[in-house]
């Protein structure tokens, strides 16, 4: 059941994916192309070297978004499996949902979207720290 949920998953959010990428290729200005390819610099060394850390903020704004889907993936797994057979497919999200609500556990909900919370703080704190404040700029 879980892999169903992945390629719909998928699906969904493919087309979201590939239009933020290529508004980002698009926002390349054409004379670096051109400037490359002057230089005789070879097809897939102008989009290693050159591109690709051009498109770093869009990579990096595409990844948070993807990641915000995966937190609510709750919507997705209700339409499709309600979190069955047993708990095959279910999710953080669903999780919290029926302890907070239908259990009317508001502890365990609470601590469970905490820990959600902090999961999630865990991998950003240390990333935005060396990615904004790390270094010396100068």
């Not at 889907?69 to 999780?95: C, E, F, H, R």
Request: glycine content about 12%.
């Amino acid at each position: 059941m879980i892999y169903g949920l992945l390629i719909a998953g998928l699906w969904q959010g493919t087309g979201f994916v590939m239009c933020l990428m290529l508004a980002g290729l698009r926002g390349i200005d054409d004379d670096i192309w051109k400037a490359a390819r002057v230089d005789g610099i070879p097809k897939w060394k102008t989009y290693l070297f050159i591109i690709i850390p051009m498109m770093r903020p869009v990579f990096i704004t595409t990844l948070v978004i993807v990641a915000a889907g995966i937190v609510k993936l709750y919507d997705l797994v209700v339409a499709q499996t309600s979190g069955g057979p047993g708990n095959s497919s279910q999710v953080p999200a669903m999780y919290v949902y029926q302890y907070m609500f239908k259990a009317q556990n508001l502890g365990q909900g609470f601590a469970a979207s905490t820990m959600m919370l902090l999961s999630v703080l865990i991998v950003l704190i240390p990333w935005a720290y060396l990615e904004f404040g790390g270094r010396k700029h100068g």
